[in-house]
């Protein structure tokens, strides 16, 4: 995951942290997935503004339109980046839950990523975070293209 607190832990304990989460997601997949679920922030912007998460691929087209309120002069710099991560775990939530054989995977340094059935990895963080940043690419668009290979 991308939490700025955690970079310093983890420049410390790099290969512990990546091995101790892999281990936890062969052991408990759905633990982790429900950890990686909970996207707090994410939520509590979305129902703001009307929108309850529902982890349907529905959800995520209705993220896409809403309005980019966290881009605007008004937007909490320090927000930006834990809402980048929300939104990329929340994309990976959907994928894994709808998608079949889709499911959480570790990369070495310890990001989590979604494995397609197909082989292919999604970094669904940094799709995240460019969304917020930037509105692109969608995240209904990242799910088709998982939902279709």
């Known amino acids: 995951?991308?939490?700025p607190f955690l970079d310093n832990w983890r420049r410390r304990h790099?290969?512990?942290?990546?091995?101790?989460?892999?281990?936890?997601?062969?052991?408990?997949?759905?633990?982790?997935?429900e950890l990686l679920s909970e996207c707090e922030?994410?939520?509590?912007?979305?129902?703001?503004?009307?929108?309850?998460?529902?982890?349907s691929p529905e959800s995520?087209?209705?993220?896409d339109q809403l309005p980019p309120r966290w881009r605007g002069s008004t937007a909490d710099p320090e927000e930006l980046p834990w809402l980048g991560n929300d939104a990329g775990l929340y994309l990976g939530t959907?994928?894994?839950?709808?998608?079949?054989?889709?499911?959480?995977?570790?990369?070495?340094?310890?990001?989590?990523?979604?494995?397609?059935?197909?082989?292919?990895?999604?970094?669904?963080?940094e799709v995240?975070?460019?969304?917020v940043a930037t509105g692109a690419p969608e995240l209904s668009q990242v799910?088709?293209?998982?939902a279709e290979a």
């Not at 790099?14 to 997935?33: C, I, K, M, N, Q």
């Not at 922030?41 to 982890?55: F, P, V, Y």
């Not at 995520?60 to 993220?63: F, G, I, M, S």
């Open 1 to 3: 995951m991308n939490i």
């Open 14 to 33: 790099g290969e512990e942290h990546a091995a101790t989460l892999l281990a936890a997601v062969e052991s408990d997949p759905e633990g982790v997935a």
């Open 41 to 55: 922030l994410l939520r509590a912007r979305a129902g703001q503004s009307g929108l309850q998460l529902d982890d």
């Open 60 to 63: 995520l087209e209705a993220l």
């Open 94 to 125: 959907v994928i894994v839950k709808t998608v079949p054989g889709a499911v959480w995977d570790v990369w070495p340094e310890g990001q989590p990523v979604v494995r397609l059935e197909s082989g292919r990895e999604i970094d669904v963080v």
């Open 128 to 131: 995240g975070g460019d969304w």
């Open 143 to 146: 799910y088709a293209e998982a």
